[in-house]
């Protein structure tokens, strides 16, 4: 039996730093302290980084929750919401909520966070006048923005641009007003700001800068406009106050503690009354107060050790970054950028593509860095500067990042740049979570984004590494990364299922009109969302779509692996595992003359590694005069049929296996699909060929052949599912093509089989194939309309002579289509 804590902590403000610091105090010493915590709004703590996307329409309340009623019940924590404290005791050690509600405390933790500021003019509180600092009033802008109309955002800082943002989408004109002459000047330099200006005034709003408020004007009881000091007047029925936030330190200035511009803490985040701690944008600590979420997190971890009895370093203060959460704006700004006598200015502008970055030195080391349009190397930067690196060897290749700074052109992968990164490297700054924290999450089972989240909570705060964790994902479990239903990226609000469905019902056929159609938030779209819109043009409009390989992954255009040390591996393809001396001469000549390995793969093929990049084009070459195609190792595709000997050569094989794996991959091979996908033909139920875990498995057997689908033999294995029993080899084929086909054209990109089929259910893809009389021959008549539309890759080029073999096996099914089988597809 545990015994129930004594001592009670209570604390005041239900938001962000108040339930981590509870956090942080569970983990230390879950048994410390009967918690009670009070919060002014009547709901859960939630992710007030998040009120933009929100806004924006972009996520709903409940995807911003942190924790929710469960969390409070499961640790026993009395939560008190709507009820803000308005008094403290500190001789009784109570305080005093506005219901009249009394709660005694032994420690008292003050987490009441920032107040808007609201600029002293004339009609500052007539309605229509908000702030944006909960979701009250993300409410009051969703009502307002419901009546259409125009919008004044005063003030443009990171808050003001994202409430334009959002208001913008919510189809509001939007004029912002900001008093200096540069948007975000505290994170931004000039020219920065402007490349942020102008890209903001492309998409609709108007930027006014270097302008002062004068008066906020009222019509009917109701703001109608502002007027500037300048004498201009802009209408406006929504003005929304985004002009900076102060301490809210009354009830602590009212309790008699120590008070300058916030609560004033020591190391350990300790205020000048010892049973009274504080946390949080309240908080001033050496003379400064912050306004970012990572060093308040910093700040909680000191707090939890002081509270729990734990010796820990303390809060010693805190470099910030920042990133703008604006759909399709790409903007990094850590440390100081103002400059000065003693420092040196690195500067890259491209304004063609509208890129710029700066990079501060002083002293040998970084000590600020403003990235506008290309954010990929901020995490890097931002570590230089926290270590306070000398970066006098990297000097000339600085501003160009860290692939070209730490030398090697096969870096340029972003994978190749992230594995770069030191296990130490600050990936999360708003909860300051390190890349080994993360790969060692990931390694311990957290195969998706949202489970990484959950588990480190690394991407879980303002969004802005989300790139970067997925990024680890991919570097460490390849394939085997879990997607969802989720929107297709930050670009849309979106599904997978949404735009597949749009792109047929509406007839697109290229990616900037889905773009423009469905109203993208990025001119160009991104690295997740162009890809899948490129493979779901391709399934849906065979022959008359034309694939997009920029749109494509560069491991796909290269058709090579990268690996640990930069270099690449390929794979040529071997039809059913089988290969002959001629074959097996090519590969151990371009093996001495391309690379530096050659390994047999778990899918009965040969894969070449250390072969450098420059040297790909030559070594597909090579290998394509001697017959041998690509293996497509590496993209969303086939990738390898297993076959066992079966009955021509084992005792036990009942069918012949290995010509019907042989006949299935040259049916199938070089077909783009929404992941990999990986078939395997035994001879017998012994299944030596590990059909069962298998996208798609065929089970020789006396009186036919099994057919099984859904396997996965990779971290999480699932066995397959039976899907039916057909006698003959083409009626196998046909299931096999038919099959595909309903992936393909179903599935959501990056989703496989097994995730799919758990998805919608077994019973849905029997009903799809089998339930009309025709629909496996309609399905497989699309197959293979789509299968004569295979791209004409040089390094992939489809291999003569196949028919007569692949006739043999395959009955009256063909893989190409005849009148009929074109006539069905249609």
Excluded at 265 to 279: K, L, N, Q, R
Excluded at 332 to 356: K, Q
């Amino acid at each position: 039996m545990v015994a129930t804590p004594t001592q009670r902590l209570v604390v005041i403000g239900n938001g962000m730093a108040g339930c981590r610091a509870v956090e942080e105090v569970l983990a230390r010493d879950p048994a410390a302290y009967r918690i009670t915590i009070f919060g002014a709004e009547p709901r859960v703590n939630y992710n007030r980084i998040m009120l933009s996307p929100v806004l924006a329409g972009e996520k709903a309340f409940e995807d911003i929750v942190i924790n929710d009623a469960g969390w409070y019940a499961d640790n026993a924590i009395t939560l008190v919401s709507g009820d803000p404290v308005v008094a403290i005791d500190r001789a009784a050690q109570t305080v005093t909520a506005a219901s009249g509600r009394v709660e005694p405390y032994d420690r008292l933790l003050l987490a009441t966070g920032s107040d808007p500021f609201i600029i002293p003019v004339p009609g500052a509180d007539l309605p229509g006048v908000v702030t944006f600092r909960d979701l009250d009033d993300v409410d009051k802008m969703l009502r307002a923005a419901e009546r259409g109309g125009q919008a004044v955002v005063i003030g443009g800082g990171l808050l003001g641009l994202e409430a334009a943002h959002g208001l913008s989408l919510r189809g509001m004109g939007v004029t912002v007003i900001h008093l200096m002459p540069t948007l975000m000047e505290r994170q931004l330099d000039e020219a920065a700001g402007y490349l942020l200006k102008t890209e903001l005034e492309r998409r609709g709003q108007t930027i006014l800068t270097g302008a002062d408020t004068a008066e906020i004007l009222g019509e009917n009881g109701h703001v109608a406009g502002v007027r500037l000091k300048d004498g201009r007047e802009i209408a406006a029925d929504l003005v929304v106050m985004a002009v900076g936030i102060r301490p809210a330190t009354a009830l602590a200035k009212a309790a008699g503690l120590a008070v300058e511009r916030g609560v004033v803490v020591d190391d350990h985040m300790v205020t000048s009354d010892p049973a009274i701690m504080a946390v949080g944008e309240c908080v001033q600590h050496r003379g400064a107060c912050y306004g970012l979420v990572a060093p308040l997190w910093e700040m909680c971890r000191a707090l939890a050790d002081a509270a729990c009895g734990l010796a820990g370093p303390g809060f010693a203060g805190s470099v910030t970054s920042t990133k703008l959460k604006v759909s399709g704006i790409d903007l990094f700004s850590a440390g100081d950028f103002s400059g000065g006598a003693d420092c040196e200015d690195i500067v890259m502008r491209d304004a063609a593509r509208g890129l710029y970055k700066r990079v501060v030195v002083q002293d040998g080391r970084v000590i600020g860095a403003v990235l506008y349009g290309d954010t990929a190397d901020g995490a890097w930067y931002f570590d230089l500067l926290r270590r306070g690196t000398d970066i006098a060897d990297l000097r000339d290749r600085l501003i160009f990042g860290q692939a070209h700074a730490l030398g090697g052109g096969a870096a340029t992968d972003p994978l190749a740049t992230v594995a770069a990164l030191p296990d130490d490297a600050e990936v999360c700054g708003c909860n300051g979570v390190s890349k080994g924290t993360v790969m060692a999450t990931i390694a311990g089972g957290a195969c998706s984004l949202d489970a990484v989240r959950s588990q480190c909570k690394a991407s879980a705060s303002c969004g802005s590494c989300t790139g970067l964790v997925e990024q680890l994902l991919a570097l460490t479990l390849g394939d085997d990364v879990q997607s969802g239903p989720k929107t297709m990226c930050k670009c849309t609000s979106f599904t997978h299922a949404d735009v597949r469905r749009l792109i047929v019902e509406r007839e697109f056929k290229l990616i900037p009109q889905v773009m423009q159609e469905l109203n993208w938030s990025t001119p160009d779209g991104c690295a997740s969302c162009r890809p899948a819109l490129n493979y779901y043009l391709l399934c849906a409009w065979p022959g008359q779509y034309k694939d997009d390989q920029q749109s494509r992954f560069v491991n796909e255009r290269l058709h090579a692996n990268i690996q640990k040390d930069g270099s690449y591996s390929v794979v040529p393809r071997m039809w059913g595992g089988m290969t002959n001396p001629d074959e097996l001469r090519a590969i151990a000549d371009a093996t001495e003359k391309y690379g530096r390995m050659v390994k047999v793969t778990g899918g009965q093929r040969l894969d070449i590694f250390g072969v450098k990049k420059e040297d790909l084009p030559k070594i597909w070459a090579d290998l394509n005069a001697a017959g041998m195609v690509s293996g497509h190792a590496y993209g969303k595709s086939l990738r390898t049929v297993k076959t066992c000997v079966g009955s021509e050569w084992c005792r036990f094989g009942t069918q012949d296996s290995t010509g019907l794996g042989i006949a299935i991959e040259r049916m199938t091979w070089g077909s783009w699909m929404p992941h990999k996908f990986k078939i395997a033909v035994s001879g017998c139920p012994r299944n030596c060929a590990e059909a069962t875990i298998k996208d798609f498995g065929v089970v020789c057997v006396d009186s036919g052949y099994e057919l099984h689908v859904g396997g996965n033999g990779g971290i999480h294995v699932r066995a397959t599912d039976l899907l039916c029993k057909v006698a003959t080899e083409a009626e196998a084929m046909q299931v096999c093509a038919a099959f595909i086909q309903l992936y393909r054209e179903e599935a959501w990109y990056l989703e496989r089989t097994a995730p799919w089929i758990e998805r919608v259910g077994l019973a849905h893809v029997k009903a799809r194939l089998f339930d009309a009389p025709d629909a496996v021959e309609r399905l497989a008549a699309r197959f293979a309309y789509a299968q004569t539309f295979m791209q004409d890759d040089p390094w992939a080029r489809r291999a003569g002579g196949e028919d007569a073999e692949l006739h043999q096996h395959l009955g009256e099914f063909r893989p190409f289509p005849t009148p009929a089988l074109l006539e069905a597809a249609e």
